[in-house]
């Protein structure tokens, strides 16, 4: 019973810690994805937007930096936000970002972009390309139709990133995201610019800074690297949490042992009679911890992995990655644990006396 | 071959001093079959755990074959114990969730190549008449079993002497007199000293020689049947 107590402390202590690392893990490979993926594009944005969605700038900045020599290609872009069709919409990220763009889009992502299906025309109206989990939550794929604001959207392509994007983001033509967002004609949202050189990035962001007021460039990459300094911090602090619960884990195995020992007075008294040394007894009950914190390590691992996968069902925009590093950090936090809260208990049995244990002083 | 020289024991209960043993000598032959008798608070007990090597005397000595018990480091007894001596207590002290043979083998457990103890400890279960036995637990057998199977623990690592505390205290008069005859012949057919602690005058008087202990002091030493 005692026991059981014990492994069920070490077992709620490795759970938190390994679904939490796995959920940390797959948050922060979802980021390096991202900062593969959004390689060396600025975007132009107005001062002060927090949101790319409230941003507008002047459509006209496309020609005034079409002659730069340090970028490779300019891409308009109309940001709408809605709430997925059939959705009460609120929290869980259940809503779609619709991208309206141009041609040039083409030139801002990589070549593998689109999984399957094709891109549409920049002139045709009424077409879409989706992330592939945004599809696969819609049940829609290529040629299927979705409505949006009573306009009619034929699916011409599947995009997939690895990402966030994947979840949320539905391309259309830049005509359409003007018309659902009542953009004036003159205005966009912001202006994505894919640099010749990465390193050039610097220049151009200076340039149009200090050239066109009202204006700020931001890297996505500086997004997310705040993002993972963030996850960083946030790893620290599940670290935290977890080694709370599992220092909980550990008292519940020193009592167990300690009650243990006490319990077992007699018994240790006898093992000593018999000729067992002090520390054949201290191994013995050390022994035992560790046993108590394998048998908890394992149950923990186990339901720690489900625990995340449940997580993961329940908000979509999760993903969960299991490393083998979780899973031997975890056991080994498990075992340590054990073994140290055995130390005190099993010194105690072995410094016992033969003749008062045996009477179970 | 036992021999005590003065030995003493006090401990402190409360406020007070007890004198368990005041200067006991006493010289016990190997294979005698000796008795221990006496009141309760005599010393019985005192002087079997001093004998062996469960606790220190507070002066005088012990010796075991010859070598001094009181001069051996604590870290270094459990060779003794472990070698020399056998241990039979008056509440079996098997543990209840392991089974008869396992118990039998508990001391032997810390040893090296300890694989071989598992044919003598079947061989003890057969002289002791619980070779059916084992793979039961204790709390499966009667008390005069659960005796049997400790007195085979006691003998596993062929001691030289049987150290026997009150081991008929729970057991009713045959049974205790069975376990008695069990020990006499194991006495008689292995050579293995027995000493025997207890306050029942008729099981005392199966043995070679009696010792009464009053207050610590040894007040009688008859011996019944001269040891050859």
Known sequence: ?361 | MIRTENLTKNYRLGQSVVHALRSVNLLINKGEFMSIVGPSGSGKTTLLNLIGALDRPTSGKVFLDEVDLTQIPERKLYEVRRNKIGFIFQQFHLIPTLTTLENVLIPVIPIKNNARFRDRAKELFSIVGLEERMNHKPNQLSGGEQQRVAICRALINDPEVLLCDEITGELDTVTGEKIIGLLKEINRRRGVTVLLVTHDTKIASESDRIVILTDGRITSDRTLKFHV
Do not use: C, H
Not at chain 1, 135 to 162: H, P, Q
Not at chain 1, 211 to 221: A, S, T
Not at chain 1, 283 to 303: H, K, R, T
């Open chain 1, 1 to 361: 019973m005692r026991t059981g107590l014990a492994i069920l402390g070490i077992t709620l202590g490795v759970m938190l810690i390994t679904s939490l690392l796995t959920i940390m893990d797959g948050l922060e490979s979802s980021i390096t994805n991202s900062l593969g993926l959004l390689s060396g594009n600025l975007i132009i944005q107005r001062n002060g937007t927090i949101d790319q969605a409230f941003s507008i700038v002047n459509l006209s900045l496309v020609e005034n930096l079409s002659g730069n020599p340090d970028i490779k290609a300019i891409s308009p872009e109309i940001y709408v936000v809605r709430t997925l069709p059939g959705d009460g919409g609120g929290v869980g990220g259940r809503f779609i970002n619709l991208i309206g763009i141009t041609d040039s889009y083409r030139e801002m992502v990589s070549s593998g972009y689109i999984k399957t299906g094709t891109y549409f025309n920049g002139s045709d109206r009424g077409k879409a390309i989706l992330g592939s989990k945004l599809a696969e939550r819609l049940g829609k794929d290529v040629n299927d139709s979705f409505r949006m604001d009573s306009t009619d959207f034929s699916i011409t392509g599947i995009f997939e990133t690895n990402t966030l994007a994947d979840l949320f983001i539905a391309l259309i033509p830049i005509a359409d995201a003007r018309a659902l967002s009542n953009m004036p004609e003159d205005k966009v949202s912001i202006i994505e610019v894919r640099p010749v050189d990465p390193e050039r990035a610097d220049a151009i962001k200076a340039y149009v800074e200090s050239n066109f007021d009202g204006y700020e460039v931001v890297f996505p990459e500086d997004l997310a690297k705040q993002a993972t300094d963030i996850l960083n911090t946030l790893r620290s602090t599940i670290w935290i949490i977890s080694s709370i619960a599992v220092l909980i884990g550990g008292i519940g195995i020193a009592n167990a042992m300690l009650m243990s020992v006490m319990e077992r007075t007699p018994e240790i008294g006898l093992l000593k009679a018999t000729g067992w040394r002090n520390i054949d007894v201290g191994y013995s009950v050390l022994l035992e911890a560790l046993g108590i914190g394998v048998i908890g390590g394992f149950i923990g691992i186990f339901f720690g992995v489900i625990a995340a996968q449940m997580a993961e069902n329940l908000i979509p925009a999760l993903s969960v990655r299991l490393t083998l590093i979780t899973l031997v950090e975890s056991f080994a936090f498990a075992v340590a644990l054990s073994l140290v809260s055995g130390i005190y208990p099993a010194v105690k049995a072995a410094r016992l006396s033969p003749i008062r244990a045996i009477r179970g002083e």
